[in-house]
């Protein structure tokens, strides 16, 4: 039997969007995709705020509360 694995990227959406979505939105957006089953959520990325502003709040949007959860959460870096 194939395996799919489905992978969420709202990072791709957000970057490009004009006006800013505020942190505890993204937060709760990606919590809600955690909750809801998906393993791997590509939500960040750590990049100039100058070129893509979206993303200047990146620290913020990923919740402390997650790294004490069950699950393995942990940055392409690792």
Avoid at 45 to 64: G, L, N, R, T
Wanted: with cysteine.
């Amino acid at each position: 039997m194939e395996t799919v694995n489905l992978i969420e990227c709202p990072r791709d959406a957000w970057q490009g969007l004009p006006d800013l979505i505020p942190t505890e939105y993204k937060a709760e957006y990606l919590q809600e995709l955690v909750l809801a089953g998906f393993k791997h959520v590509d939500a960040v990325s750590f990049v100039s705020p100058k070129h893509v502003k979206q993303m200047a709040d990146s620290e913020e949007v990923i919740p402390s509360r997650w790294h004490r959860s069950s699950r393995n959460y942990r940055h392409r870096g690792e």
